[in-house]
């Protein structure tokens, strides 16, 4: 799996992912706006999923003591040169490494206030889940908070139908599999909800991050900056509400460490 991961993620741009329409913004600053609401000031973070370091970057500027890893070598060059571009302003991303959030790394247990998987859950099977659970709350100091992102299988069903249902086979074969295209895995929410439960983990808050997949079209095409605003602040106000969750594609959930 590690393998194809990484080929497809050689292939595809993280960086603008996030920033390509207002449609894909909803995630970003849904994300960032809980991340502050959760987050203590002054933090020691482990972004374990970390990309090309959108959020590590931004949760250092923001005062935290931030390390990054990513299961992609290229991201992980991309976020080193970031950081040697401006060395002063990313100085509170203290630790830039190639990591797999399944495996053991070099910080020892309970080191970290908060720790980030934001992305794993997209291409693991239920059994690698435990295992990559199980590695976050090693680095995670009790009471501490960790936060998961995963996507929707029910919201992104959808995104597959082909016109006129033509498709029907592999949509069903594919929803029985919980994968519609590799490398992607998809869970329901509250399978996310029973894994939480399994290792003793209090839920703080269980959101979607973006919303119904079908916003991403042409109904924020000509938006303009306010109205979007005005619907950022309506998407806050519903986002955890069980229905929005069990139709958005991307969840996120904010778990805390009891034990």
Same mark, same amino acid.
């Given at each position: 799996?590690?393998?194809?991961?990484?080929?497809?993620?050689?292939?595809?741009?993280?960086?603008?992912?996030?920033?390509?329409?207002?449609?894909?913004?909803?995630?970003?600053?849904?994300?960032?706006?809980?991340? !502050?609401?959760? =987050?203590?000031?002054? %933090?020691? &973070?482990?972004?374990?999923? $970390?990309?090309?370091?959108?959020? /590590?970057?931004? #949760?250092?500027?923001?005062?935290?003591?931030?390390?990054?890893?990513?299961?992609?070598?290229?991201?992980?060059?991309?976020?080193?040169?970031?950081?040697?571009?401006?060395?002063?302003?990313?100085?509170?991303?203290?630790?830039?490494?190639?990591?797999?959030?399944?495996?053991?790394?070099?910080?020892?247990?309970?080191?970290?206030?908060?720790?980030?998987?934001?992305?794993?859950?997209?291409?693991?099977?239920?059994?690698?889940?435990?295992?990559?659970?199980?590695?976050?709350?090693?680095?995670?100091? !009790?009471?501490? =908070?960790?936060?998961? %992102?995963? &996507?929707?299988?029910?919201? $992104?069903?959808?995104?597959?139908? /082909?016109?006129? #249902?033509?498709?029907?086979?592999?949509?069903?074969?594919?929803?029985?599999?919980?994968?519609?295209?590799?490398?992607?895995?998809?869970?329901?929410?509250?399978?996310?909800?029973?894994?939480?439960?399994?290792?003793?983990?209090?839920?703080?808050?269980?959101?979607?991050?973006?919303?119904?997949?079908?916003?991403?079209?042409?109904?924020?095409?000509?938006?303009?900056?306010?109205?979007?605003?005005?619907?950022?602040?309506?998407?806050?106000?519903?986002?955890?509400?069980?229905?929005?969750?069990?139709?958005?594609?991307?969840?996120?959930?904010?778990?805390?460490?009891?034990?």
């Amino acid at each position: 799996m590690s393998k194809s991961v990484i080929e497809y993620y050689n292939a595809y741009d993280e960086e603008a992912r996030l920033f390509r329409d207002y449609g894909h913004q909803i995630e970003w600053w849904t994300t960032l706006h809980y991340f !502050r609401k959760v =987050i203590p000031p002054g %933090s020691r &973070i482990f972004d374990g999923c $970390a990309g090309t370091g959108r959020y /590590a970057f931004r #949760l250092a500027a923001e005062g935290h003591s931030v390390a990054a890893s990513d299961l992609v070598p290229f991201y992980v060059e991309k976020m080193l040169e970031k950081q040697e571009k401006n060395p002063e302003k990313n100085s509170a991303l203290k630790d830039i490494f190639v990591g797999d959030i399944c495996e053991p790394n070099h910080y020892g247990d309970g080191y970290f206030d908060v720790v980030l998987c934001m992305g794993a859950f997209y291409h693991l099977r239920e059994s690698m889940r435990d295992r990559a659970l199980e590695q976050c709350l090693r680095l995670l100091k !009790r009471d501490g =908070i960790l936060a998961v %992102s995963y &996507i929707n299988l029910i919201g $992104a069903l959808p995104l597959y139908l /082909a016109p006129g #249902l033509k498709n029907m086979e592999e949509i069903a074969e594919g929803y029985e599999r919980r994968c519609f295209e590799e490398p992607f895995v998809y869970m329901l929410p509250e399978e996310m909800e029973e894994l939480a439960a399994r290792h003793g983990l209090k839920i703080l808050h269980h959101l979607t991050s973006d919303g119904n997949p079908y916003l991403r079209g042409e109904i924020f095409a000509e938006a303009k900056e306010k109205d979007f605003e005005k619907y950022m602040e309506l998407h806050l106000k519903i986002c955890e509400n069980r229905n929005a969750v069990g139709s958005g594609l991307h969840g996120l959930i904010f778990l805390v460490k009891t034990w």
